[in-house]
C-alpha cells in the first residue's frame, strides 16, 4: 500500500503542498471504522510531519504504525515506517537510534528485493556516518546507494546528491561541493521539488563562505526562507546546524548587519536558474 501513497507524497510534499496533504492523511485517519489501509495513511501523515519539521508527531505516527505489525507478512509500509523514524531520529539527532532502525529497514527492504527501498535505507545509514564523522563509511555506503538507484528515477538521489555536498564541505572542498549542488538544483528545477531544495541550499551557504562570497551565503540563506514561508518545507538535519550557523555568523560579521540583512533580503526573490548561474560563475 505504501507504494500508493509515494506518487502522492511526491506531489504534496515535493511540490510545496505538505500542510494539504497531511491534512488529507489525517482525514483518511479519521475514518470510522479506519481505514483497512491505516498503516499506509499513518506513515504517508509521518512523512508529511517530517518535511514541515514537526518531528514529534512524526514520531507519534510512526511509532502507531509500527505498533500495528512487524511480522514477516508486514505490508510494504513496514520498512518504510523504519526508515521514515529513522529519518525523524537522526534529524534530532539521535544517531544511534537511527542507526538501527535504518538497519533494520534494510533488512526489511532486502526482503522485499526493492531497489529504492534498499538505496534509501543504505542512504539514511550514510547520512548517520557522516554525522558522526565516519567520513570514508559515509563515502562508501553513498557509492553504494548509487548504484542502487540509479535505475530508480532521479528524485532518488537527491539525498545522494545532498550528502555527498555535506560530505565535500566537511572535508575542505568548496568546488566539489558546488558540483554536487548544481547537479541536484537541476534535477531539483526539472522536479520542481521545493523539499529537496531548501536541503541543497545548506551545503551551498557553507561552500560559498568556503569561498569567502559572503554575499552570497546570505543570499542563499535568504532563498531558503523565502521557500519555507511560501510552502512550509523545512530542512531538520541536526548534523550540519553547526555549518549552518558558522554560515549565518561568518557572513553576518563580514558583511554587517545592514550589508547583511540587505543581500538576505534580496535572496528571498532567488530562483534556481539563478542559482545555477552564481554556482558556474564562482566554481574553480
Not at 268 to 278: F, K, T, Y
Request: hydrophobic share 45%; aromatic share 8%.
Amino acid at each position: 500500500m505504501i507504494g500508493i501513497a509515494y506518487p502522492l507524497f511526491l506531489f504534496w510534499g515535493v511540490r510545496g503542498f505538505g500542510p494539504e496533504g497531511l491534512d488529507w492523511y489525517e482525514r483518511a485517519l479519521a475514518l470510522d471504522p479506519p481505514s483497512p489501509a491505516a498503516e499506509c495513511a499513518l506513515v504517508a501523515a509521518a512523512t508529511m510531519c517530517y518535511t514541515l519539521g514537526q518531528m514529534d508527531r512524526a514520531r507519534e505516527r510512526c511509532m502507531r504504525a509500527l505498533a500495528r505489525g512487524g511480522s514477516g507478512d508486514s505490508g510494504d509500509w513496514f520498512s518504510q515506517a523504519l526508515l521514515m523514524l529513522g529519518h525523524v531520529e537522526h534529524a534530532q539527532g539521535n544517531d544511534e537510534a537511527a542507526r538501527e532502525l535504518f538497519d533494520r529497514s534494510l533488512v526489511e527492504s532486502r526482503r522485499l528485493g526493492s531497489d529504492w527501498r534498499i538505496g534509501n535505507a543504505l542512504s539514511g545509514l550514510a547520512w548517520v556516518a557522516l554525522a558522526v564523522g565516519e567520513l570514508e563509511e559515509a563515502e562508501r555506503l553513498l557509492d553504494e546507494a548509487d548504484n542502487i538507484l540509479r535505475g530508480t528515477g532521479p528524485w532518488f538521489l537527491l539525498l545522494v546528491l545532498y550528502l555527498r555536498a555535506v560530505l565535500a564541505v566537511r572535508r575542505g572542498n568548496p568546488d566539489e561541493a558546488l558540483g554536487f549542488v548544481r547537479a541536484s538544483l537541476v534535477q531539483i528545477r526539472d522536479l520542481h521539488d521545493k523539499f529537496a531544495f531548501v536541503f541543497a541550499l545548506v551545503p551551498l551557504g557553507s561552500a560559498a563562505v568556503l569561498k569567502g562570497d559572503h554575499a552570497w551565503a546570505a543570499r542563499i540563506l535568504g532563498a531558503g526562507d523565502a521557500v519555507t514561508e511560501q510552502t512550509g518545507a523545512t530542512a531538520t538535519d541536526a548534523s550540519v546546524a553547526d555549518l549552518r550557523n558558522a554560515a549565518e555568523q561568518e557572513a553576518c560579521v563580514h558583511l554587517g548587519p545592514d550589508r547583511w540583512a540587505r543581500a538576505r533580503a534580496a535572496g528571498r526573490a532567488a530562483s534556481i536558474d539563478s542559482l545555477i548561474h552564481d554556482i558556474d560563475s564562482r566554481r574553480g
